[in-house]
């Protein structure tokens, strides 16, 4: 019952943005955390960023990204944000967002985001 739907990602040059979003649904999403992470065919799924509260205004982030991602989150949407500046192509990966509900986790689909000239 857990729904959560990525979107937002796409092919961007070096040093473009991107604001990839995640629709959740099927739990009281203003109760918990959220959190973004990525993935490269053939490795593992590596952390991104986490809310911190379940008010956004604070995020922890891996350091790959800390100073160049910000997550936020709009409870009344049931919506988690990354904003994506300063990109790399070492950011290329497919992006999934994350809850964990009752010691499960839960996954969208995932959004790719490819970082290229």
């Known amino acids: 019952q857990v729904q959560l739907v990525e979107s937002g990602g796409g092919l961007v040059q070096p040093g473009g943005s991107l604001r990839l979003s995640c629709a959740a649904s099927?739990?009281?999403?203003?109760?918990?955390?959220m959190r973004w992470y990525r993935q490269v065919i053939g490795k593992e799924r590596e952390w991104v960023s986490s809310?911190?509260?379940?008010?956004?205004?604070?995020?922890t982030y891996a350091d790959s990204v800390k100073g160049r991602f910000n997550i936020s989150r709009d409870n009344a949407e049931n919506t988690v944000y990354l904003q994506m500046d300063s990109l790399k192509p070492e950011d290329t990966a497919v992006y999934y967002c994350?809850?964990?509900?009752?010691?499960?986790?839960?996954w969208g689909q995932g959004t790719r985001v490819t970082v290229s000239s």
């Open positions: 809310t911190v509260g379940t008010t956004g205004s604070i995020g």
């Open positions: 099927g739990f009281p999403f203003s109760s918990y955390v």
């Open positions: 994350n809850v964990r509900v009752s010691g499960v986790d839960h």
